[in-house]
């Protein structure tokens, strides 16, 4: 059984930091993509970064790159998403998923496998 868990949420002032991770069992990890997408409420879910397999390839959506920044250690199972100069719009539930596809895609219907989430809080 596949479980992904997010964890390293909270609530922060705007400027602030914030480090995510992303615990995977159940799959082969060095084997999937990883990605975070969020969500805001009212809003659909949206991409913000994916890694491929080995960590050498990364995709960020334009909102946040310079921002964020993913990574990922196979060693432990985890990936994370380092989240500095954070602003009010970066509210959201952080999703971490994984993917089978080769590439690091932003395309939601591509991860196969997602976590329930964890909340992040940007105070202005």
């Known amino acids: 059984q596949v479980q992904l868990v997010e964890s390293g949420g909270g609530l922060v002032q705007a400027g602030g930091s914030l480090r995510l991770s992303c615990a995977a069992s159940?799959?082969?990890?060095?084997?999937?993509?990883m990605g975070w997408f969020r969500q805001a409420p009212g809003k659909e879910r949206e991409f913000v970064a994916a890694?491929?397999?080995?960590?050498?390839?990364?995709n960020y959506a334009g909102s946040v790159r310079g921002r964020f920044t993913i990574s990922r250690d196979n060693a432990k199972n985890t990936v994370y998403l380092q989240m500095n100069s954070l602003k009010p719009e970066d509210t959201a539930v952080y999703y971490c998923?994984?993917?089978?596809?080769?590439?690091?895609?932003?395309?939601?219907?591509?991860?196969?496998?997602w976590g329930q989430g964890t909340q992040v809080t940007v105070s202005s």
């Open positions: 998923a994984a993917s089978g596809f080769v590439q690091p895609m932003p395309i939601m219907t591509l991860y196969n496998y």
């Open positions: 159940g799959l082969t990890f060095s084997g999937h993509v």
């Open positions: 890694i491929g397999r080995s960590g050498g390839a990364t």
